[in-house]
Every structure is written in structure tokens, then in C-alpha cells.
């Protein structure tokens, strides 16, 4: 009866580790999924790059990388923080809106608009490999 219960322990062990070390390929993504995704990425990182040098975002012909060359200063690896600016705890769309209305005189845009989230992309890729460190001053 012992040799029987300990059988199954084993088998039971065996079972959970084989669950447990199973590839972690069972349902990921190919080379060519990996390849589109990258590219979308990468052509959003574009777009939000364009928009950063435009004049045409505002209502002013300033442009962010006036103030801001190369996504300068912009450190989005700190969000979510306080901005005096706004008061509050924000994310950073909402002070990216900021320097829409104020510098650039512009209107806010969306959170989910594609110029913001394109913005957004551009600022954080050029940051890439940065540690976030949220809340940071
Ligand atoms: C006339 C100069 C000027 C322009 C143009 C400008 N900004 Fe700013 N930006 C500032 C100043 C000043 C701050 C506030 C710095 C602070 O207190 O953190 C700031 C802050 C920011 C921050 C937060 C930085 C941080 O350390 O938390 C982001 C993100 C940002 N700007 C993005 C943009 C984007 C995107 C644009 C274009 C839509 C833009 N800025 C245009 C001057 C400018």
C-alpha cells in the first residue's frame, strides 16, 4: 500500500514538473508575427518623431523639439509623478497636453488619439533601456 501511495507521489511530481517545464513556445508568436509588430512599432516611434519637429501640432508654429531636442528633458521613464504644473498625480499624455496648450498654444489631444500615442512612443523609444523609476524628481 506504502509503495503504492509513493508511486503516485512520484508520478503526481513528475506530472507538475513536466506542466511546469513545458516549452514556453506552446503558444508564442512566430518570427513573422514578431517582424509585423515590430515594424507597426517602429512606424508609430516615426510618426511620433514627425509630429515632435513639426510646427503644426500647436497653434503657434513652435514645435517640441525646441525645447526638447532629441525628446530632451522629457523623461518618461518617471511617470506616473506629481507635476506642479497640474497639481496632481498625472501620466504623461496629460503633461505631454500640457506643453500642447502652454508652449505650443495648441489644443489637447485625446489620450487614445494616434498623434499622442504616437508622441508617447517616440519619447519612451528614445528612452528605451532607461530604469523606470516612477514618481522621480
Ligand atoms: C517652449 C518650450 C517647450 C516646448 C516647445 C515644449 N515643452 Fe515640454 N516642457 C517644457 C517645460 C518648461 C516643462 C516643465 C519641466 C518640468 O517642470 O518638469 C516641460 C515638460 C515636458 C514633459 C515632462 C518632463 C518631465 O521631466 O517630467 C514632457 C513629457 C514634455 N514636456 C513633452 C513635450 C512635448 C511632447 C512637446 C511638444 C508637444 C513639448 N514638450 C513642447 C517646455 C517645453
Same mark, same amino acid.
Given at each position: 500500500?506504502?509503495? !503504492? $501511495? ?8 513528475v506530472?507538475? &514538473?513536466m506542466v511546469w517545464l513545458? /516549452?514556453?513556445?506552446? #503558444?508564442?508568436?512566430t518570427e513573422? #508575427? ?5 515594424q507597426e512599432?517602429?512606424?508609430?516611434v516615426?510618426e ?6 513639426s510646427?503644426?501640432l %500647436? %497653434?503657434?508654429?513652435v514645435? &517640441?523639439?525646441q525645447?526638447? /531636442? ?5 523623461? /518618461?521613464?518617471t511617470?506616473p509623478?506629481?507635476?506642479?504644473? !497640474? %497639481?496632481k498625480?498625472v501620466m504623461?499624455f496629460?503633461m505631454i497636453?500640457? &506643453? !500642447?496648450e502652454?508652449p505650443?498654444?495648441g489644443?489637447t489631444? #485625446?489620450?487614445?488619439d494616434? $498623434?499622442? !500615442? ?5 519619447v519612451t523609444y528614445?528612452?528605451r533601456?532607461v530604469?523606470?523609476? /516612477?514618481?522621480?524628481?
Amino acid at each position: 500500500m506504502q509503495s !503504492i $501511495k509513493h508511486v503516485f507521489m512520484v508520478f503526481v511530481m513528475v506530472a507538475v &514538473c513536466m506542466v511546469w517545464l513545458l /516549452p514556453a513556445h506552446t #503558444d508564442e508568436f512566430t518570427e513573422e #508575427d514578431l517582424k509585423r509588430w515590430e515594424q507597426e512599432f517602429m512606424a508609430v516611434v516615426d510618426e511620433g518623431e514627425k509630429l515632435f519637429h513639426s510646427s503644426k501640432l %500647436g %497653434g503657434n508654429t513652435v514645435s &517640441c523639439d525646441q525645447c526638447h /531636442p532629441n525628446a530632451t528633458n522629457t523623461h /518618461p521613464e518617471t511617470y506616473p509623478k506629481f507635476q506642479k504644473q !497640474i %497639481g496632481k498625480v498625472v501620466m504623461l499624455f496629460e503633461m505631454i497636453n500640457w &506643453c !500642447i496648450e502652454n508652449p505650443l498654444e495648441g489644443k489637447t489631444l #485625446d489620450a487614445d488619439d494616434p $498623434k499622442m !500615442i504616437a508622441l508617447q512612443a517616440y519619447v519612451t523609444y528614445e528612452r528605451r533601456g532607461v530604469k523606470l523609476e /516612477p514618481g522621480k524628481h
